[in-house]
């Protein structure tokens, strides 16, 4: 086969991960307790330090591991480029957002690819993680990587494996999370599959090409976009029409087959579901199509916010004041439910859309003390009792926290508005509307 694959199969392969965030952490991770030499790559200096110094910084790495590795020398980082030279196999896994446009910025994978050319050397294995529009590792990675003067799938090997990291998951993580591979040339493939084979306890679903993984991730997160689009929709309707959608949704659930549910809310965060149809409605450009469906369900998504804060106008009039300098609380500004991360937060959106309306708003979240959006520091308050809660004209709970006393907020609040069903469980809803 190659030089490379008895490397892997010996585990006596260098492995790198360029990109050290959400994705690239969990996975360098995973690389090194696997037995492999491990090697992280990144531009901020916080957190090669971090890494180096056995500090965990990523929710779903556990402490204890990373302190581990770290020690024994199986894993540590650097900014150090020409370290690429030594690894036998990289994987990038950096940040892909948009633009004030709204159209991919591939920057980063741009200059990771520009980065690796100078200490490219032969039998060596380059997987791009970050999610991208399909195309992006033939008709970009490949042509960069290949002014080394290497030829892809003779000299050096390329695949796509998109990452499919759910922070706070409880149950899936990198290392138990299906894989899917799609290599340039046949080989390229089945080297990369055996690398991840390697390491992971899941399976590894082997495609055709890099185009093909491409296009799945972006299915995975489309999918969940146009579903969430349809019952935010309905949401909207439901209200007008006084129906409990989130008992509608209780009820379709009871149906075995044909139906799976998917819940109302603010908007959409994270970095993926929220970005990812617009990668697939740019490059359809290309092709003169027009992606309808998905482009009228991330206008109802992108719309929420607006809506929430529209909503929240309305109950507050509900009680004769006006939302310009009432007093609204937010519960939660993550983007979900018991992580740390507020990337895409629609809670922020909607905290903003409040803010222009002349609300005076704070949040509370457990987990986030403080976030950075346009350039300005918001800080959560240190804690909600019975004094705080009753000095706000209105709470609004935008992320259902399990470590928050809901039967506490409920009996402590003048009123609640709940975007998230997170006081399901609270018998008295006389103060409690439901989006």
Aim: hydrophobic residues 40%; contains cysteine.
């Amino acid at each position: 086969m190659s030089d490379l694959f008895d490397k892997i199969k010996s585990k006596k392969a260098i492995l790198g991960v360029i990109g050290l965030g959400y994705v690239g952490l969990p996975l360098a991770v995973e690389k090194a307790k696997a037995g492999f030499i491990t090697i992280g790559f990144d531009i901020q200096k916080d957190k090669i330090d971090k890494v180096n110094q056995g500090i965990n910084y990523i929710g779903d790495v556990i402490n204890e591991d990373l302190e581990q590795i770290v020690k024994s020398g199986f894993l540590r980082a650097t900014s150090d480029f020409s370290e690429v030279a030594r690894a036998d196999a990289v994987c990038i896994a950096v940040p892909t957002p948009l633009d004030e446009y709204q159209q991919p910025d591939i920057s980063y994978v741009r200059a990771s690819a520009e980065s690796i050319v100078p200490y490219m050397h032969k039998d060596m294995l380059i997987v791009l993680e970050s999610t991208t529009y399909p195309g992006t590792t033939e008709e970009l990675l490949k042509p960069i990587l290949e002014k080394s003067g290497l030829k892809c799938g003779v000299d050096f090997y390329l695949a796509f494996s998109p990452e499919r990291v759910d922070p706070g998951n409880l149950i899936y993580k990198t290392k138990n999370t299906p894989k899917v591979v799609g290599g340039v040339t046949k080989k390229c493939t089945e080297i990369a599959a055996l690398m991840y084979e390697s390491i992971l306890e899941a399976p590894v679903y082997k495609v055709s090409s890099p185009a093909i993984a491409e296009m799945e991730k972006i299915l995975e997160n489309t999918y969940r976009n146009i579903n969430i689009g349809l019952v935010n929709e309905l949401a909207i309707l439901c209200n007008k029409m006084n129906i409990n959608i989130w008992e509608v949704i209780d009820a379709a659930k009871s149906k075995p087959y044909g139906f799976q549910a998917f819940y109302p809310g603010p908007g959409l965060g994270g970095h993926c579901i929220p970005l990812d149809p617009y990668y697939l409605s740019w490059k359809a450009r290309e092709f003169g199509f027009h992606t309808s469906m998905i482009e009228t369900s991330m206008m109802i998504n992108d719309k929420m916010p607006e809506y929430v804060a529209e909503r929240s106008s309305k109950i507050l009039n509900r009680f004769k004041k006006s939302v310009n300098q009432s007093k609204i609380l937010i519960l939660g500004v993550a983007y979900k439910q018991d992580i740390d991360d507020y990337r895409e937060s629609p809670a922020i959106k909607v905290i903003d859309e409040l803010e222009k309306l002349g609300a005076l708003v704070s949040y509370f979240d457990p987990y986030i003390p403080e976030y950075k959006e346009h350039g300005k520091v918001k800080q959560s308050l240190h804690e909600i009792n019975e004094k705080v809660l009753n000095c706000y004209d209105l709470v609004l709970i935008t992320s259902a926290h399990t470590n928050i006393d809901y039967d506490f907020v409920q009996k402590n609040s003048n009123f609640i508005f709940d975007t998230k069903n997170a006081m399901k469980k609270v018998e008295n809803r006389s103060n409690i509307e439901l989006l």
